[in-house]
């Protein structure tokens, strides 16, 4: 079956602009994971979907960094405002299940903010 | 201290070389997960354990949780497997992963 996808795969904007990210779980995985990855970094923790509330979002570097998931499926990771320090990988993954697990990775989504 | 620490941060080697890759670890733990990330792409799970040793092709992965320490060895190494190779744990009874800073490895032929 098809791996979890993201969207776009590059995404080039300048500061202060609004953008969207966004992933595709694999089928009927309930868990999903936003990921945050800078230049010479491992993956930040940003935000965990449990169906289609947030269980965790504490990873969410502050107000401008919002995500949903309204059908506990497609996820969407939202940046208003951004900055130049927003410039990242940002890494979707999705488990069939909550809690401890495989997880299953997208191949990201290279924001770059000029 | 970051709570998950790697070593090296960089190993290069020649092809058909023994590679280990250490993980240390300070936090209660209820899994590791060992992954690749190549150059541009995606990350891949190898392995999630939580005790003992797992093998998978040329790649063997064990755990001493006494210790808090893993391993990540690969036998007869290829250049196909330069890439980079993250640690990182589930804290108890948590759903988080806590990641280490990976480690970058280069087989030359």
């Known amino acids: 079956g098809a791996g979890v996808s993201q969207t776009p795969s590059n995404k080039v904007t300048e500061k202060g602009k609004y953008v969207e990210l966004r992933c595709d779980p694999i089928?009927?995985?309930?868990?999903l994971y936003w990921y945050r990855q800078s230049l010479g970094q491992g993956p930040e923790f940003l935000i965990y979907f449990q169906g289609t509330g947030a269980a965790d979002d504490s990873g969410l570097p502050n107000d401008r960094f919002f995500a949903v998931r309204p059908e506990g499926s497609v996820s969407t990771l939202k940046i208003q405002r951004t900055e130049r320090g927003d410039s990242a990988v940002y890494l979707c993954a999705s488990t069939p299940l909550p809690g401890v697990g495989t997880q299953y990775f997208g191949p990201g989504t290279r924001l770059t903010v000029l | 201290k970051n709570e998950v620490e790697q070593s090296p941060q960089n190993l290069t080697a020649q092809e058909g070389e023994f590679i280990t890759i250490n993980c240390s670890y300070s936090v209660g733990i209820s899994a590791l997960h060992w992954l690749q990330q190549h150059p541009g792409g995606g990350i891949v799970s190898l392995f999630m354990l939580s005790s003992g040793k797992k093998k998978h092709g040329r790649l063997i992965a064990t755990i001493n949780i006494q210790e808090k320490h893993s391993s990540l060895h690969i036998t007869a190494s290829h250049p196909r497997d330069s890439a980079v190779y993250i640690c990182?744990?589930?804290?108890?009874?948590?759903?988080?992963?806590?990641w280490g800073a990976g480690t970058k490895l280069i087989i030359k032929p």
């Open positions: 089928s009927g995985h309930t868990a």
């Open positions: 990182a744990v589930y804290m108890d009874s948590n759903y988080q992963l806590i």
